[in-house]
């Protein structure tokens, strides 16, 4: 069965710090990998994706994401956090034989709060 | 460019009462649509999608209900509301799988639709 871990529920990080969300994946065939991030009482924004390439990826607000076939993982990176990017964080992978559906499997969340 | 609209953007409901939830997009035709809810503001579950006008696939049984009457409209319904079923309801769009290379799966979620039932 295919399926996302997100390992910490939260995260907490200095302004100015390096980030690093992380997330594993179990999936049978390549893997299709995104980010999003939701502020409070807000929708899901896409911030990046993996496909198939470069295992760094790079997306919006400064973030980027290195993938790791080896150890099936896709940590969630920002070289210098702000206060601004404190948030709730989700990885997921697209179904494999998912077809036209397009479904993804979406981890529980990890909290990032960045300390001013 | 592509936008997605949901409404209402709150709604306080009485158990027992009938819910309709609505969400367009523009921008784009032909898309797949999604309904989540998310409960107590973290994890998301997949209620129903769609592939087209009138297919509607439902992945967790529960009284609630799902319609597209057009291909840019996606409906969330329910005769009779539960307390449980108080969460924040998300719509989704992605473009349909083109090619097994996995082009455009991402999915593009609405502002959400927050639904207290008391």
């Known amino acids: 069965a295919q399926s996302v871990a997100q390992p910490e529920d939260q995260v907490n990080v200095a302004e100015g710090n390096p980030l690093t969300v992380k997330c594993t994946y179990s999936v049978s065939g390549n893997p299709y990998l995104f980010w999003y991030v939701q502020y409070p009482n807000r929708g899901l924004q896409f911030l990046l994706k993996?496909?198939?390439?470069?295992?760094l990826v790079k997306g919006s607000y400064g973030f980027e994401a290195e993938f790791n076939k080896s150890q099936t993982s896709f940590h969630l990176k920002k070289p210098s956090a702000l206060v601004s990017d404190s948030a709730l964080y989700f990885c997921?992978?697209?179904?494999?034989?998912?077809?036209?559906?397009?479904?993804?499997?979406f981890g529980t969340g990890t909290l990032l709060a960045v300390q001013p | 460019s592509q936008t997605i609209h949901q409404w209402p953007a709150t709604l306080v409901q009485p158990v027992g009462s009938p819910l309709s939830l609505e969400c367009t997009v523009e921008g784009t035709s032909n898309p797949n649509l999604y309904w989540y809810r998310q409960a107590a503001g973290r994890g998301l579950q997949l209620l129903f999608y769609s592939v087209g006008i009138g297919q509607i696939s439902s992945e967790v049984p529960q009284n609630l209900s799902a319609s597209r009457p057009q291909d840019r409209q996606f409906i969330l319904s329910s005769k009779k509301l539960l307390l449980s079923d108080s969460g924040f309801y998300l719509c989704a769009w992605s473009v349909r799988h083109k090619t097994l290379a996995g082009v455009d799966n991402e999915q593009f979620f609405g502002p959400g639709t927050r639904l207290t039932v008391l």
């Open positions: 993996y496909i198939t390439g470069d295992n």
């Open positions: 997921a992978v697209r179904e494999s034989w998912g077809g036209a559906t397009n479904k993804l499997i």
